[in-house]
């Protein structure tokens, strides 16, 4: 309970430093919002005067000011209202935007490893609900603790002028008040916690659906889809309405509890010791006073929730903020490098699993060497390219590029000598020629562009559409078929002219005219780089220099094609079949 407290209060602090930079606009929002309370306390004060002298005919000027101060102190509420409102709001998405920021830029940073364990729905629902939520909640509690808060001691301020008897009735009702706010706001916690974790499964039930959307329809999969979604929307709905009755129910408590004073105020005042001081005017301003106390006394009962609303959104971005990126501990940087690569003793991992992907795993390839890796599918070969450009960290041995141990190199210069065509491309909604040169900053031109798309065999097919190179190609390239979408990958690869080259099934999806072309284009550019190709069609691969056959982690065998065919062993027989098989 205790570490509890201690957690929410430097959760709190925590977004206090948020909130630094725009803490003028904070400033003038609070004084705005006493200033409300002072001119709704100055409003109900203005009757004792027009009751007691004013309507007595003590000074009759009263009546005739009254209607001028009337109008005065309604268009003062309202600007202090308006000035309240705009400087929280102005604060208020100031913050949501710094939060969406920080958030978006931390993701881009983080390890693979993270993006396997997490829900992309999930992190959506990080970015557009919980860093709603912190502001929003933060924003409203802050209105009611300052704008109610103010106005509740105000006029309670009020009434202790007026009559002190009557007043302290109010404060033997107020511990009654606390205690249950106190029973409310542990529920609030919990069922905001389960809210926001709902909202992620909803997220993350729709994108599942859209990203899968041609599978659910193949086999058949609305009926479950659709279960599965109205589960979860009815796990959201459930909370909102427990979110909702607890509130409800809150309000009517303290409610009733503030008019057990009410009706004691009225009480006593019939007492004849009490209702000799008192003046007609003083006794409608405290009565006025506790009429008025109910809004700010109910409103302020829904802080706790607004508060635990906040600090539950808060954790949840914050455990997110707190996940430790990339480790780019490196600071050796290479323009560009010669193309070494050697690994000794790889083991790795996965993070999610418990069974290492790759088992001691040793080989070295020299300088514009093209280097083969062949093996049964889910044997490791992709493993060792993410490997290379440090997208997972290995448990142990050591990779080198250029006799330099891969982590002594910052990452973005580490993946600057690497280009990979793997076997999942994402292609960004954008243009063609945007995607090609992808990130580079206008580093590169047009000519430049057609010229890789012509090496990689793009062209061609990129010429049929009306826009050519500036035709949009649709979420993750729709547009395009899996022989194009690998093209262009391809031509990608191409641009960036790195001295490592990373083929992963490059030329899987395409025919065997285009591979033919494709195989020509890269051919020539691995002449003067460093090449690793993972193909499982062996013809592709009988000119390497070197040929490495993985199975289950482990190296089985190596070789160049001429001596792996003399053993007479594991290759031998891959070649065998798939010659046969192509006959
Ligand atoms: P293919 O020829 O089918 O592409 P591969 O040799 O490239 O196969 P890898 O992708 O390297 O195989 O996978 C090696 C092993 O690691 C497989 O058993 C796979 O299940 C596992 N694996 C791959 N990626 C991950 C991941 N992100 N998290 C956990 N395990 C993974
Ligand atoms: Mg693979």
Redesign the pocket.
């Known amino acids: 309970m205790e570490h509890k407290e201690v957690n929410s209060w430097l959760v709190f602090k925590r977004l206090l430093g948020y909130v630094k930079e725009f803490k003028l606009g904070l400033v003038a929002a609070i004084i705005a919002m006493i200033g409300y309370a002072v001119v709704d306390t100055a409003f109900i004060y203005s009757i004792k005067p027009l009751m007691d002298k004013g309507l007595t005919g003590q000074s009759p000027e009263i009546l005739t000011f009254m209607p001028i101060f009337v109008i005065l102190i309604i268009a003062a509420r309202g600007v202090v209202a308006f000035v309240s409102s705009y400087c929280m709001s102005w604060v208020g998405t100031h913050v949501v935007m710094k939060l969406q920021r920080e958030l978006f830029s931390h993701l881009i940073a983080l390890p693979?490893?993270f993006f396997?364990k997490t829900n992309t729905g999930d992190l959506l629902s990080k970015i557009t609900y919980d860093a709603n939520q912190v502001t929003s909640a933060s924003t409203k509690a802050l209105i009611k603790i300052f704008r109610d808060g103010a106005t509740i001691i105000a006029l309670v301020g009020l009434m202790f002028i007026q009559s002190w008897q009557l007043s302290l009735v109010f404060f033997l009702v107020a511990p009654i008040v606390g205690i249950a706010i106190s029973v409310v706001s542990k529920r609030f916690r919990k069922i905001s916690k389960n809210l926001q974790d709902a909202m992620g499964s909803v997220t993350t039930a729709s994108e599942q659906m859209l990203k899968g959307h041609k599978e659910v329809l193949m086999f058949g999969g609305q009926k479950v889809e659709n279960e599965k979604f109205n589960q979860v929307s009815n796990s959201v709905r459930s909370q909102n309405m427990k979110m909702a009755s607890a509130q409800a129910i809150s309000t009517p408590v303290v409610q009733t509890l503030a008019s057990f004073a009410l009706a004691f105020i009225l009480f006593l005042a019939t007492k004849p010791s009490i209702i000799n001081d008192l003046t007609p005017g003083t006794f409608i301003v405290i009565i006025s006073s506790m009429m008025a106390l109910m809004k700010p006394l109910k409103v302020i009962t829904e802080v706790v929730g607004d508060i635990q609303r906040g600090i539950a959104a808060s954790v949840s971005l914050f455990k997110v903020l707190d996940t430790t990126s990339a480790l780019d501990s490196g600071t050796k940087v290479i323009k560009r490098a010669k193309g070494d690569i050697e690994l000794k003793n790889i083991v790795f991992t996965?993070?999610?699993?418990e069974?290492p992907?790759?088992n001691n795993i040793s080989f070295k390839v020299k300088a514009g060497e093209t280097f083969a890796?062949v093996?049964?599918?889910?044997?490791?070969?992709?493993?060792?390219?993410?490997l290379l450009t440090r997208f997972?960290d290995i448990d142990s041995g050591v990779i080198t590029i250029d006799g330099v141990n891969i982590q002594e190199y910052t990452l973005a210069s580490l993946r600057d000598q690497v280009a990979i065509v793997s076997?999942s491309v994402h292609l960004f909604n954008d243009t063609i020629a945007n995607n090609i040169a992808y990130a580079s900053d206008g580093k590169f031109t047009r000519e430049d562009i057609i010229k890789v798309s012509e090496t990689a065999n793009a062209m061609e097919f990129i010429k049929q559409f009306p826009n050519g190179l500036d035709t949009v190609i649709g979420e993750n390239g729709a547009l395009l078929s899996g022989g194009q979408r690998q093209r262009l990958a391809i031509a990608r690869a191409l641009l960036r002219d790195a001295p490592i080259l990373i083929l992963?099934?490059a030329t899987s999806a395409l025919d065997s005219e285009s591979e033919r072309h494709i195989q020509a284009a890269l051919d020539i550019l691995q002449k003067d780089r460093t090449s690793i190709v993972?193909a499982?069609r062996l013809s592709t691969i009988e000119h390497a220099d070197q040929i490495l056959v993985?199975d289950?982690?482990s190296v089985v065998e190596r070789g160049t094609h001429a001596e792996l065919i003399e053993k007479k062993a594991i290759y031998h027989s891959l070649s065998k079949i798939q010659a046969s098989g192509e006959l």
């Open positions: 693979i490893s396997d996965y993070p999610t699993t069974k992907a790759l890796l093996g049964r599918s889910g044997s490791g070969k992709s493993t060792i390219a993410n997972y076997q992963d099934e993972i499982h993985i289950d982690g």
